[in-house]
């Protein structure tokens, strides 16, 4: 099985608007390899929506409300995907939840599974 740990939120995850945080999420287990990456927010109340991806080349696309603040990078030899949160708002709050597409053997071959980190509490106090 493969199993995404994510760090750097939980009870270290309260910061002040304006203030910066650091995510970090590693998979671990059987993989072959690992395609995108990506980080994804629960607002409460709200869906689940899109932050930040990264491919295996290391193209990123982030959605419009974090460009310009955010970053996501990638060490493939780790297998871990981060995010660098800078110039925070309170809006920003959220369960952060990491992402890997990743390729691993199965009884069919190497196929390509999602996963999901276990998500990591993010509040920005005003």
């Known amino acids: 099985q493969v199993q995404l740990v994510e760090s750097g939120g939980g009870g270290g995850g309260l910061v002040q608007a304006g203030g910066s945080l650091s995510l970090s999420c590693a998979a671990s287990g059987s993989i072959f390899s690992i395609n995108d990456m990506g980080w994804y927010r629960q607002p409460p109340g709200k869906q689940r929506e899109l932050v930040a991806t990264v491919t295996s080349g290391g193209s990123t696309n982030y959605a419009d409300s974090v460009k310009g603040r955010f970053t996501i990078s990638r060490d493939n030899a780790k297998n871990t995907v981060y995010l660098q949160m800078n110039s925070l708002k309170p809006e920003d709050t959220a369960v952060y939840y990491c992402?890997?597409?990743?390729?691993?053997?199965?009884?069919?071959?190497?196929?390509?599974?999602?996963?999901w980190g276990q998500g990591t509490q993010v509040t920005v106090s005003s």
């Open positions: 992402s890997a597409y990743v390729l691993r053997n199965s009884d069919y071959g190497v196929r390509e599974y999602h996963y």
